[in-house]
């Protein structure tokens, strides 16, 4: 007997129909002999619907912020896993399993305070373990808890991963599945590269990268969690038939996230690359013949610290004339903001102009085997030039290297690469 957190994501439970395969899910576990409890997301779609209406919204007269009251819109938004987990229960009982809702505060599920973007500060395992022990699977409503003004707090997008990693690791659950729209976790979007090959096993470091740099089959806290607290996560369907065989052995049908060690332990050679993950959520801004000499950097990145602005890729060349560019990125989201920061500094800074664009796409190269091997970087920028593609900007790391390019040729750069590397199925 094992004891299961089980994650069903958006695409999982988008109507009654896939609720109800979910339920099949739920039950083949139960029926193995196995403690069960279910995490759930909204519908497909649900939350942006949510969030669209909340945006619509006029704002408080006489509020200073352009931005809407964080609670309320946690509120809102809440709401679209409090709809599946009931119907969820509902599904399950109907099959004869003894299962019941429970929303975020009930567990209670306690967050900090940060609104739209909260972060799990607690959850006491002995809520859920009691289910257990009534022989009740719990379906708890994802992506939401309590903040401690005592109202409802989400997690920000794509929360339900972290949700369901929190409550295995607080109920030392033996493993946490995470179904979803794909059988695993691949060596680059599937939607996208056609040729892209599922992987058995990924190391919870190469895991973080991918999420972190655009992967968004996992949501970048909840591979954070699994590593931290050692959750053997899984990531694997829910599209599939509950019954067929191979769904009884998760090993087989799914991608495990796991220590480094454990990989390495099942391989003969190391692979160099793991995968490649794209982001379109970046923007390049450009400042141009800023004077250069000591100080300049604080000018410019001091200001957008202080307007909570996360600046990623920075680029800077030595100059010749006295004058330099100053390249970096911000998430797209923040673009104008920036832009308008730095023309506020204008007179600290002394620069001729500041220009950028969105229509950019950071695309990343990472592998825990990097570390031990040169010419990865060289290898992607022969593959580029090739095509005539312009890197804008690098970065690097131990284990990846990003480059910035004109997001018109994405999937111009990520296929070659992806064959370059020996990635293709
Ligand atoms: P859910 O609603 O179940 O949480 P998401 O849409 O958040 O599902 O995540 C699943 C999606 O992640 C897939 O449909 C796939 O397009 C995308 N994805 C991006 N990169 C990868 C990758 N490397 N491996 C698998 N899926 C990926
Ligand atoms: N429903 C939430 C979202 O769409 C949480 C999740 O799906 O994980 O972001
Ligand atoms: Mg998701």
Redesign the pocket.
């Known amino acids: 007997m094992a004891r299961i957190v089980m994650k069903f ?2 695409t999982s439970v988008a109507d009654i129909a896939r609720i109800r395969n979910v339920a099949r899910h739920v039950k083949r576990e139960v029926d193995a002999g196995h403690e069960v409890a279910v995490v759930v ?1 909204a519908m497909a779609g649900k939350t942006n619907e949510l969030v669209g209406w909340v945006q619509g919204m006029p704002k408080a007269t006489g509020a200073s912020s352009p931005f809407f009251d964080a609670r309320e819109y946690d509120a809102i938004v809440a709401s679209g896993e409090q709809v599946t987990s009931g119907l969820l229960a509902i599904a399950l009982q109907s099959m004869g399993v003894n299962a019941r809702s429970w929303q975020g505060w009930q567990i209670p599920i306690k967050t900090d305070g940060a609104h739209g973007a909260a972060r799990i500060t607690d959850i006491d395992g002995s809520f859920l373990i009691k289910r257990f022990g009534e022989g009740q699977v719990a379906v708890v409503a994802g992506f939401q808890g309590i903040a401690p003004d005592n109202r409802i707090s989400t997690l920000g997008r ?1 929360g ?2 972290t949700s369901a990693v929190a409550i295995a690791a607080a109920v030392k659950a033996d493993r946490c599945d995470i179904y ?1 729209d794909v059988d695993g976790v691949y060596t680059t979007d599937p939607r996208v590269v056609p040729k892209a090959k599922r992987l058995d096993r990924i190391a919870f470091e190469e895991m973080l990268e991918m999420a972190s740099l655009g992967a ?1 089959v996992l ?1 970048v806290r909840s591979v954070e969690l699994a590593m931290v607290h050692n959750v053997r996560t899984f990531v694997r369907s829910s599209l599939v038939d509950p019954e067929a065989p191979e769904m009884a052995n998760v090993e087989k049908a799914g991608t495990l996230i796991c220590d480094e060690e454990e990989i390495v332990a099942t391989q003969m050679e190391q692979q160099v690359v793991t995968g490649i993950a794209f982001s379109k959520d970046e923007a390049q801004v450009s400042i141009r013949r800023v004077a250069d000499k000591p100080g300049i950097a604080a000018a410019v990145f001091g200001p957008l610290a202080e307007a909570h602005i996360n600046v990623d890729m920075i680029v800077q060349n030595v100059s010749a004339d006295g004058f330099t560019d100053i390249t970096f990125t911000v998430p797209n989201a923040d673009f104008e903001r920036a832009k308008a920061v730095i023309e506020t500094a204008k007179g600290a800074i002394d620069f001729h102009d500041v220009e950028g664009s969105t229509d950019v796409t950071k695309v990343s190269v990472i592998g825990i085997g990097m570390r031990s091997h040169a010419g990865v970087a060289a290898k992607a920028f022969e593959a580029l030039a090739a095509r005539g593609i312009n890197i804008r900007a690098i970065t690097t790391s131990e284990i990846k290297i990003s480059f910035l390019i004109d997001a018109a040729y994405t999937e111009l750069a990520v296929r070659p690469l992806h064959s370059l590397y020996g990635l293709d199925s």
């Open positions: 994501g958006g997301s794509g339900s991963d979803t968004k949501q």
